[in-house]
């Protein structure tokens, strides 16, 4: 369990201490732009390489994507495989791939989320147990608190 939780642990355990010694040294507006350039070092890769999971877009990750949907990783490796085709071959796999992307959209429907079904996890027995041991856990931390 420690290496499991320990990616979600680093943060809450080392963020007081680099937010102190920022704020102590910098000034408390250096805080939001070390935030801003962190956030700025994990958007960038993440909007390369991250590919389109939405299964109401791609399918089950057979049907290729928009370009407004693709990283530019996967953008790059459908120009390069369309690139080696001849032109007669890219129509049709352009056309072939409008026709499945079609087909997709028509069975889309707009559904409005209903945050009630999220109360369904309480009747499965081993979410049940988990959920009443954190609330008694965080409860008592709460209670000791006040």
């Known amino acids: 369990m420690g290496w499991v ?3 979600a642990m680093v943060g809450p355990a080392i963020g ?3 937010g102190g010694l920022l704020a102590e040294y910098l000034g408390w507006r250096s805080i939001l ?3 801003t350039i962190l956030a700025g070092c994990f958007l960038v890769p993440f909007v390369a390489a991250f590919p389109e999971t939405g299964r109401n877009v791609v399918g089950n990750g057979s049907i290729p994507s928009q370009p407004w949907h693709k990283s530019f990783s ?3 490796a459908s120009r390069q495989k369309l690139k080696d085709l001849t032109p007669e ?3 049709r796999v352009r056309a072939s791939d409008e026709k499945t992307r079609e087909a997709l959209a028509s069975k889309r429907e ?3 989320p209903n945050p009630l079904n999220a109360l369904r996890i309480i009747c499965q027995p081993d979410a049940a ?3 009443a041991f954190n609330s008694i ?3 008592s931390v709460l209670r000791h608190l006040r």
Request: charged share 20%; hydrophobic share 55%.
């Open 110 to 112: 707009l559904r409005i």
């Open 16 to 18: 007081p201490v680099i």
């Open 74 to 76: 996967d953008l790059k």
């Open 89 to 91: 071959q890219r129509t």
């Open 137 to 139: 856990k965080f409860g």
């Open 33 to 35: 732009w070390f935030l």
């Open 5 to 7: 939780l320990s990616g």
């Open 129 to 131: 147990v988990l959920l």
